[in-house]
């Protein structure tokens, strides 16, 4: 939901890009908005009281500092400023989501995940959700956001990449090895995506069958090597323009 805060009370939310600071968003009224992630270590929140209302209580609102991007599946790698790595050792199948999924991730920002099967296997992701702001064939030239695919660790031509709001759809690996790779540029931002994965056999076929619970909507605080600045607002009300 996309909040119209002209003339109202309202509370702005702003990241770091580029040595400026950039307004991402504005809540206002009594809806609660979904979580806000920094895509650094700076988030500013503004405040702006327009008009005298005894009904409107401002807001309330928890922050965690998070290194993980708020993505609790997978194996975390250092040497990257995100990515993730599953491992068929470790579990044939689970979840994994973009960043702060399902609030909307954060701009500028680019994370891989780098899935290593067994010989003999592939991988299968089915896609639950699909929200990425951007417009086909996805490349920068239209200023997408976007999902890239690849049976390598460089670009791999077999696969489009996938942007805009699509229903749910399936990716398989020609091998077992397998990278997707989401990446935002400064100037919009989407819900994401939510994603399962699957290792098979070569010769298995994809049944659909569920994984389980989804752990993406979870929110976990890590050390102070502060990376992300995670915001929930737990009640928001703020006084609208009278018409």
Excluded: W
Excluded at 38 to 43: K, T
Excluded at 151 to 170: I, P, T, V, W
């Amino acid at each position: 939901m996309r909040y119209i805060c002209e003339n109202a009370d309202s509370l702005d939310a702003f990241v770091h890009i580029d040595g400026r600071m950039e307004k991402i968003e504005s809540f206002c009224g009594a809806v609660l908005p979904k979580p806000v992630m920094s895509n650094g270590p700076r988030l500013m929140l503004e405040f702006q009281s327009q008009l005298a209302s005894r009904y409107s209580r401002g807001f309330k609102a928890t922050y965690s500092f998070t290194e993980n991007f708020g993505i609790n599946t997978g194996t975390q790698l250092p040497d990257y400023p995100c990515a993730f790595v599953f491992n068929s050792n470790e579990s044939r199948n689970g979840y994994f989501h973009s960043p702060n999924y399902p609030g909307f991730y954060p701009r500028d920002t680019e994370c891989h995940y780098f899935f290593h099967g067994n010989i003999k296997e592939k991988v299968h992701l089915h896609f639950h959700f699909f929200d990425v702001e951007g417009v086909l064939p996805c490349e920068a030239t239209s200023a997408s956001d976007y999902v890239e695919f690849s049976n390598f660790m460089a670009r791999d031509r077999k696969y489009s990449r996938h942007c805009g709001q699509l229903k749910e759809f399936d990716i398989e690996s020609d091998r077992k090895f397998f990278r997707v790779t989401f990446r935002s540029n400064d100037r919009l931002d989407g819900t994401g995506f939510n994603a399962s994965y699957h290792f098979l056999d070569e010769v298995e076929v994809y049944t659909g069958k569920p994984v389980g619970t989804s752990t993406s909507e979870s929110y976990r605080r890590n050390g102070m090597d502060v990376l992300h600045l995670v915001l929930i607002l737990l009640t928001v009300h703020l006084a609208l323009p009278s018409h």
